[in-house]
Every structure is written in structure tokens, then in C-alpha cells.
């Protein structure tokens, strides 16, 4: 609530709305506490008084009646009106979107139809005829306005709930016993809830100005009572003579209906998820630079030079150190792997890269990527933009997230090339096809047809890698491209990128958690944990004596085929958060070496034997292992 309320805050307008809204709600609350007038009381001789007159502030009415006290009492019974319609448009609304949705089939046809014929009518005159039917009044316009809503809350959460009723943890609490009810109640409406909340925000203020219309025209509060509507409806006639009178309950409304509005929209910013990171904006193309030093220069002549990369995510007052000072390098033609536990940064290290980590929350506060010669870290947009795709490509874990879904697999390849390519989209469709081939795609012609659900993953993933060919890069950065498969379907995968690396010279960095994954495919690996790099080598070299206690403890925590039953060494504890890294090693409180000098300070990634390197005090002395 408290995250909510500083959310809120930070939107300037909101919070003026906010202010607004709640002046007008205590003046309300506490008008019969006021030494006011009667609202109601007639007083002829003195009709029409101006405003600032003496004993009337605001001047008075038609019939002589004290325009201040008839403002207050009216924005009371205005406001009542305004929310009770949104409460009872709400719960109605909502009560039969989610029946509707949960229930799917023909009950969500018949109450759906229902809700169709009743938004067919405009709005007003469906209250109109509704309160002709059941007579004028106060209590039937308050029917009137929300019955005429029930519709709009009812779409919208029969749509939301359509998608929450088939998510997973729905199925398992059906699994798990509970009746319909229960699960509507426990696991849909706290789900649907935010987008009530934002829906009643953003339409209370349209309800007030709906009750008032029909008040304006006499089919509301009834004489003498006062509301904002029925107010500005017995001013028209002394519109020009006496504006004062429509002027009045006029402002009135505009500020009411201004404040909930900018309320509204402020109230749906904070409950919306995808903002819950303190961001009002969308994420900008490129993630933020902010570097507190000098770029560093390259330290290689690699083709990709990665030198003291640190990312950070920046979540309300709290800094996550994602990536803390990576320095690594690939060669042309060599693929190098990058292994870590879940967490341990391997992603955002790669993201950032071509600056593809979201801002916020995310910033590169330091070190350079060199490729070909040129820092990428704070590169104008452009630069990136023509990289991207071109020069270096990503394959990610889940090619159905990747891979459009309402567009054919072909026409997806064609718009990768042509989006840094000039070339006539028959010269594009052929190459589409190279591709496909190229990465062993059978009936690679009528595949280019197909649409990526009529795909298995492993050729959704295939697609993933033909994508990442289609501008024929230097780089190609895949990120988990195989955690998804089936072990025959994986090497399948990795020998395509193998032969690709072969044949087209191609740089790989290759991201998993599978050690037997980079044995096979990588020529050096780099071991991550908590941001940092802690080992680095010839995979066969690592594979063989890990010098780290944490790559040796991993290795130990990979099953073998045929070695008979072996106790499998987990890694006890968890890796740091990484808000709150600890003093030197950050592997110290898992490892059973770990002396005081660990935590004392950082601790250096150091050269140990030709191109081997280790961030430890005390290295694991060689014991040969059969990898
Ligand atoms: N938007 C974010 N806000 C805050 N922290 C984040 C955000 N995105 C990532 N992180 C943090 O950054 C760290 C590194 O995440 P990253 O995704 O790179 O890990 P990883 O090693 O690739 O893990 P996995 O194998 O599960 O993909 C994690 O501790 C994660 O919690």
C-alpha cells in the first residue's frame, strides 16, 4: 500500500488531483457541520443577489435561496451519487465478467449477448428510456447511470478473466480440490481486482457528470433538493442575466470531474504491473549510460571485447548489481561459453552488450564493449540499431516468445533481412530459404508457410537460429537456445551452430547451465557468479582441474551416465542478492575453503596457467578429472 501511495506521488498530476479530490470530499463530509444556510429555504425579495453580496458569498439563486450552501449540500448528494453508481456499476459489472469469462462457453455467449444488445443503445438514451420507465427521481437516475455502466465493467473483466482462467496455478487449484467458487473467489478476483479499481478510477468521474446530465433535465434530484445537475438546469434560464448561478455549480463540476480524472489516470500508473518498477515512461531503445569513470580501452584485439562491464537495475531506492565489472573477449570463429547459476548475471551481461537491457530500470554504469574496433556502450541509437541484427544477433530460450505468432515463419525471416538489406522480397525469399536449409529445416519451401504454433520447438528454435543468420553476423549471442529441448532435439541444435561456426567463421557466445552443453560446443568458458566472473579457460582445461571452488562444486553437481550411483553433490546455500553483495568473495559463506581473507576485500581475477584465469585466494590445487 505504502509502494502504491509513493507510485502515486511521483505523478505530479495525480497528486494534484489527489488534493483536489479530497478538499471537495471533506467540504462534503463535513457540510452539515457547516454555519450554513438552509439550501432550501426561498427568500424572493432578495433573488439573484451577486456574488460576495453580504450574508450570501457566492450570491443566491432564482428563488432567493443562498447559492453556497446549495453548492455544498449539491456536491454532497452529486458525489454520493457519482460513487454509489460506480460501486454498483462495478460489483454488477464485474460479478458478470467473471461468471462469463470462468465459465466460458454457452453462458459467456448468452450473458455476452446480453451485454452486446444493451451497448448497441446509446448510453444516454438507455438511461433516458430507463428512467421514463421507472420515473423521475434520484434513486432511479442513480439505477439508470449504472445500470447503463454494468456493460463497460462487464467487457472489460470478462476479458481479463478469459486469460486468467486458463493460466496454470487456475488448473492447479482445480487440481487441488477447489470448487468454483472458491477458486473465483482466491485465485481470479485478486487478479481481476487492480483492473476493477482502475476501471471505477477512471469512470466515477463520467457517472457524476451522467447523474448531473440527467438531474439537468429534470429527471434526477427533484425540487427543492439540490444536486450539481439539477443547480446548473434551473440557472439556464438567467444564463446570460445572471451567469453567476450556472457558473457556480458549473466550476464545480469541471473541478470535480478534472480531479478524478487525473486521479484516475494516476491511479491506474501505480496499479499497472508493468510500472510497478517506478517507471512511468516505456522503456527507451537503448539502456541508459551513466559511467562514473573514463571508458576503458580495449584489452585485446578480439573481434568482441568486453572490459569492466557493470550493469546495475535501479528499483526504487534499491541498486541491483547485476553485472560488477565482466571483462571477456571472443574471437572470430571461437565459440566461448558463459556458465552460472540462475541469477548469476549471464543474461545481462549479454543484453547489455548491444544495450538491450530495459531502462529503466536497468543503466550501464561502466566499462566498454569494443566490437570491430568501436565502443558500444553509450553508441548514438542508430549506431546500435544497425548492429543489432547485422553484425550481432541473439537466439533466446523460447522461440515461441520470439517468433510472432500471427505471422508465417517465412514472412518473419523476409522482414529480418530486409530490415538492414535493400533487396526485392523475391531475392528475400530465396535467401529465406537458403537459411532455412542451412539450418537443416526439411521441406524448407513450404515450411516458409507455416505459422510457428504449427511448429515443434525444436524447429521454432531452428527458425530462432535461421533469424539470427538472415544478415549474416559476426556474432551470435544465444542465450539458453537449447534449456527448452529434449536432449535429442539439443544436439541437434548444437551441432547446426557447430558446422555454422565452421563454415561461416562465426563467433558464438554461447549462455547455459549445462556444463556436458559447453563441453560439446565450446572452445573457452567463463564461470559467473553474482555478477563477476570467478573462472576463466580452455573449457577442456576447466573441465579437467576447475580452479575455483564454485566451478568445481558445479561440475560435481552434473549427473553421469554410467558412473554408477553417486551421491550428487548439491551446492548448499544460495548465491547472494545482489543489492547486498558481500565484502570480497561472494562465493565465501558457500565454500567449506573459505578463510577470513576471503571477506576481507575484492578479490582479483588472476592469470594462474597460460590463458587460464581465477577470482579465488585459494585455487583448487589440480586433481585430474575424467570429464
Ligand atoms: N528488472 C530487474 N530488476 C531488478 N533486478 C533484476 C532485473 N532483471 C534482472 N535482475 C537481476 O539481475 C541479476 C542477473 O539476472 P540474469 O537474468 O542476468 O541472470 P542469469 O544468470 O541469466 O539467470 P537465468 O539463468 O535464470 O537466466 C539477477 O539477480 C536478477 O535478479
Redesign the pocket.
Known sequence: MMAFFRLLARNRLALAGLVVIGIVVVLALITPLLPLADPDVTDTPNRFQPMFSAGALLGTDHLGRDLLSRLMWGTRLSLAMGFAAAVIAAVLGSAIGIIAGFYGGRTDNVIMRGVDMLMAFPYILLALAIVAALGPGLMNALIAVAAVNVPFFARNIRGITVGIAHKEFVDAARLAGMRNREIILAEVLPNVLPVIVIAMSTTVGWMILETAGLSFLGLGSQPPQADLGSMLGEARSALITNPHTSIVPGAMILVIVMGINLLGDGVRDALDPRLK?GALSRPMPATTVDRDGPAPAARTDSLLDIADLRTE?R?RNRV?K?VGGVDLHVEKGECLGII?E????????ALSVMGLV?SP??VITGGAVHFDGQDLVGARYEVLRSLRGRRVAYIFQDPQATLHPLYKAGDQLIEAIRTHEDVSREAAHRRAISLLKSVRIPNAESRMESYPYEMSGGMRQRVGIAMALANDPDVIIAD?PTTALDVTVQAQILSVLSDLRRERGLAIIF?T?DFGVVGQLCDRVAV?YAGRIVEEGPTAAVLRSPQHPYTSRLIDCVPTLGGGQRRLAAIPGLPPV?DRLPHGCAFADRCDKAQAECRAGSIALAPTEPARKVRCLFPEVAKERSA
Do not use: N
Not at 540462475?342 to 551481461?349: A, D, F, M
Open positions: 518498477s537495475f528499483v541491483y547485476a552460472g540462475s541469477g548469476s548475471g549471464k543474461s545481462v551481461t530495459a530500470p536497468g539458453e549462455i547451465h559467473m545482489v
